[in-house]
Structures are given as structure tokens and as C-alpha cells.
């Protein structure tokens, strides 16, 4: 009979420790990634750029948000090779500190009227900075909750990193919603932007209170001690698992339905040019809305993937989302805040967590522990650089006064989200594997009355008495 494996006690503790760590720094992390979002939607075209010609400002401005993600893959690569060498623990603290100075530095920023071009200049700077820093943040947390868990839980344990995520985007534009409302459009506009970013100084006291006290994973942990850790992790993960990092380059494209939800959706509903009329703050609401829903649908959809695999969700949330991105963006067209509501719950709240739920279990699974941060952070990374330009793309062939703009921008979401479909189509699949097994094409799966017996066992242990989940 299969039995628990031994490191299970130690999991029970250590699981729930790291789990809480990577919720809480991705909230923080991505607290600051999305309030930049949320600004170069609302309020940068305005202030950051000349006044003169509307269309412009709305494509410049969304571009510098798609500029963190130019970044992002120099970020995979330096952050990646430091945490598959000196630890998960080491370069999550390190993203905390990178990304909390540089969202405080941008609070600090000159506007275009006072000095001229110097000012996206520096505002392009701290967002390069800010890419830079969470490129290491999803698959430093995935990889640290995931090495934690035990077995036949991966996916549930290692959802709660999307989780924070996803509540770092709410607290975004929960920040904003009160400025928004309450402050009159010149304050606003002048001064009160800036208030978000500043508070950004507690994310750098908070994460590393929390990240300090975090042990070291037990896989990576093994790796130093048999003296496994590779010199250049990078390379070792290409020569072993490029066709796997291509896998996951062609999912990461799935970025594109956040894009048109919180980015392009935003500018095409509030931005003057684009003449739809919705005010700031009733528009903020919508994405939190959809966020609010995803926050209890993430760990739903992580347990699904410990007894179903993780491809189903992945294939159905893709090409669910891509087709209901084409309602949304006919709900803000329409200027029907009810639709546009419904539309971006059903889309972001729910279908989509099919997949964002699942990739911060399903991608490191996909590559062994010696190269596993690497492999992960750069082929993300370089999958959600090509959705980033999608919001400047998106404005140039649908800019204001086009006609049809769900269509055409609907038509290129719903395009990417098939490719990504079929990039999980032609992975193997993982849940079943052990950890010393992962990343290995060849490994065979733990048979299924196996794994659910042990998966029961590792419940049962967590819950003390109940063996269900």
C-alpha cells in the first residue's frame, strides 16, 4: 500500500508558511505593478505627454506601460539565474526591494509641463525598473510554494500566488477609486495620482518583514547539497528544455485577455478621443469587480487541477476568454456599464482563471528543480512581452473615431488565446508526477489509484481528520 511520503510533516508547516509568504509578496509586488496600469490608462496621457493631439498621448502611454515588460525578459534572465543558484528565497527578497523603490520613485516624477520631455523619459526609466523587478516574482513564488507542497496538492498550494496577484490588482484599484470619486479633477490630476505610488514604501517594509523568515525549499535545498545547482542555469535550460520553454512562451500569450480587460479596455472607455463617456472611478469598478470573483475562483479551479490535470482548465479558459472578450468590448461600445460588468466577470472573474489559476503549478512542473526558476521566468516573460505591445497595437488599428473596434481588437485577443490553447494541447501533463520526476519528458506518471490515495493521505494530514477536499 502507498504511504505518505516522508517529508510530509515537514510540508504540513512549511507549505502553508511559503504559500502565505508568495500570497502576500505577490499582493504587494503586484500592487505596484498595476497601479502603473492603472495610471497609464487613466491619468498619464494627460499629464506625461503634450496635450496637443489626444491619439497620440493614448498610444505613447500605453506604450511605456508595455515598456516594463521589454524589460521583464533581461529581468528573467538575471533573476532566474540568481534563483536557481542562490535560492527562491534570496531573489524574492531582491524583486521586493527593486520594484517598492522604483513605484515610490515614479509618485516623485516632474510632469511633461514642468520639464518638458525629460518627463517620460523618467517615467519610461522607473518602468523598465519596475519590469525588471517582477520578472523573478511569479516564478520565484510558484516555484517556492510548489517545492513546498505535498504531493497531489501542487496545484491548489500553488495557485495562491495568482490568488495575491490578483488581489494586489483589486488593492490597485481600490487605491484609485476613493481618489478618483472623491477628489476634484484638478487635485487629482496634479497631486492626488501620486498618493498610490507613495504608499508603494510599505510594500518594501511589509515584503521584507515576511520574506526574511522564509526557509529555503527542500528540493533546491537538495540540489546544493548533492552540488547540482548549475553555473548557468540558463543555458542548461535551453539545451534540456527549449521545447517546453516554447510550450510555455505560446501559454503566456494568454496575458493578452488581463490586457484587454484592465488596459486597453480602460483607455477605450474613459479616454476623451475614443468619445464612450464612462467616468474614472464608475469604470474602476470594473475590473475590480472581476477580481473580486477570481480571488474565490483561483483556489477552486487549483484544487480542480489536482484530480483533473491541468491542460483541461488551461484549453477551456483560453478559448472561453478569448471569445467573450468580444461581448466586453461590445458592452463598453454600447455604453452599458450593466453588460460591461457581467461581460468582464464571466470573461476575467471566471473562464480566464481556467488558466490563471493553473500555470503557476503547471509551468514548473515542467522543468526540473536545477533549472526550474530560468526555464520559467524567461519563457513567461518573453510571452507576456508580446501581449504588452498588444495595447499600443490595439490603439493604432483601432484607434478613436474607427468604427467596429470590438470586432477588430476582439479578433486579435480571440487569435492569441487559440494559440495558447494549443501550445497546452501538445504539453504532457504533470499533476501525477513526482517532484524528483518533474522535467523529465520520459517520467511516469504515479498511477491514478496511487495518487489519489496519496493525495487523500496528504489531506487528511493538513485537515487532521477530514479526507476530502
Known amino acids: 500500500m502507498a504511504s505518505v511520503p516522508k517529508q510530509a510533516s515537514h510540508d504540513k508547516g512549511q507549505a502553508k508558511k511559503a504559500t502565505l509568504s508568495g500570497w502576500i509578496g505577490s499582493v504587494l509586488e503586484y500592487y505596484d505593478f498595476f497601479i502603473y496600469a492603472t495610471a497609464a490608462s487613466l491619468i498619464f496621457p494627460q499629464i506625461f505627454f503634450p496635450k496637443g493631439d489626444p491619439k497620440t498621448a493614448i498610444i505613447a502611454s500605453l506604450a511605456t506601460y508595455g ?13 532566474g539565474h540568481w534563483g536557481d543558484t542562490r535560492g527562491r528565497k534570496h531573489v524574492l527578497v531582491l524583486c521586493m526591494f527593486l520594484m517598492g523603490f522604483s513605484t515610490v520613485a515614479v509618485g516623485l516624477l516632474p510632469t511633461y509641463d514642468q520639464v518638458g520631455m525629460l518627463a517620460p523619459v523618467l517615467l519610461v526609466l522607473m518602468r523598465l525598473i519596475q519590469g525588471f523587478a517582477v520578472a523573478g516574482e511569479i516564478s520565484g513564488a510558484s516555484s517556492m510554494i510548489m517545492e513546498h507542497a505535498p504531493f497531489g496538492r501542487r496545484g491548489y498550494f500553488a495557485s ?10 483589486i488593492l490597485a484599484a481600490a487605491v484609485f477609486l476613493p481618489l478618483a470619486h472623491y477628489m476634484p479633477e484638478d487635485d487629482f490630476n496634479s497631486w492626488g495620482w501620486r498618493i498610490p505610488f507613495l504608499l508603494s514604501f510599505a510594500v518594501i517594509v511589509v515584503g521584507f518583514l515576511i520574506r526574511r523568515n ?10 546544493s547539497i548533492d552540488g547540482k545547482v548549475p553555473k548557468a542555469p540558463m543555458v542548461q535550460a535551453v539545451q534540456e528544455n527549449w521545447r517546453d520553454m516554447l510550450r510555455v512562451v505560446c501559454m503566456a500569450l494568454m496575458n493578452v485577455i488581463p490586457v484587454v480587460a484592465t488596459i486597453f479596455g480602460a483607455a477605450y472607455a474613459v479616454q476623451p478621443g475614443y468619445g464612450i463617456g464612462f467616468s474614472k472611478d464608475v469604470y474602476l469598478w470594473i475590473p475590480v469587480l472581476g477580481n473580486i470573483v477570481a480571488v474565490f475562483v483561483i483556489p477552486f479551479v487549483g484544487r480542480l487541477t489536482d484530480r483533473i490535470g491541468r491542460k483541461p482548465p488551461i484549453v477551456v479558459g483560453a478559448i472561453g476568454s478569448g471569445l467573450l472578450s468580444f461581448g466586453y468590448l461590445y458592452a463598453i461600445s454600447i455604453s452599458n456599464v ?20 493553473v500555470f503557476p503549478s503547471f509551468y514548473p512542473e515542467l522543468f526540473p528543480t536545477r533549472t526550474r526558476v530560468s526555464a520559467m521566468a524567461i519563457s513567461q516573460n518573453l510571452g507576456t512581452l508580446v501581449t504588452a505591445m498588444l495595447p499600443a497595437v490595439f490603439a ?3 484607434p478613436p473615431g474607427t468604427d467596429n473596434i470590438p470586432m477588430t481588437v476582439g479578433a486579435i485577443a480571440f487569435g492569441v488565446t ?13 499533476f501525477r508526477v513526482r517532484m524528483e520526476d518533474l522535467g523529465n519528458p520520459a517520467a511516469v506518471p504515479v498511477p491514478k489509484a496511487e495518487y489519489d490515495h496519496l493525495r487523500e493521505q496528504s489531506i487528511a494530514a493538513a485537515t487532521g481528520s477530514r479526507a476530502t477536499a
Open 67 to 79: 515598456v516594463g515588460y521589454v524589460a521583464r525578459p533581461i529581468g528573467a534572465f538575471v533573476l
Open 160 to 169: 495562491f500566488t495568482l490568488q495575491g496577484v490578483q488581489f494586489g490588482q
Open 214 to 223: 522564509v526557509d529555503e525549499t527542500p528540493a533546491f535545498a537538495k540540489e
Open 338 to 357: 450593466p453588460l460591461a460588468v457581467l461581460m468582464s466577470v464571466l470573461m476575467w472573474g471566471i473562464v480566464y482563471q481556467g488558466y490563471n489559476a
Open 396 to 398: 493604432t488599428v483601432a
Open 418 to 430: 487559440i494559440v495558447a490553447a494549443l501550445a497546452a494541447l501538445s504539453s504532457r501533463e504533470t
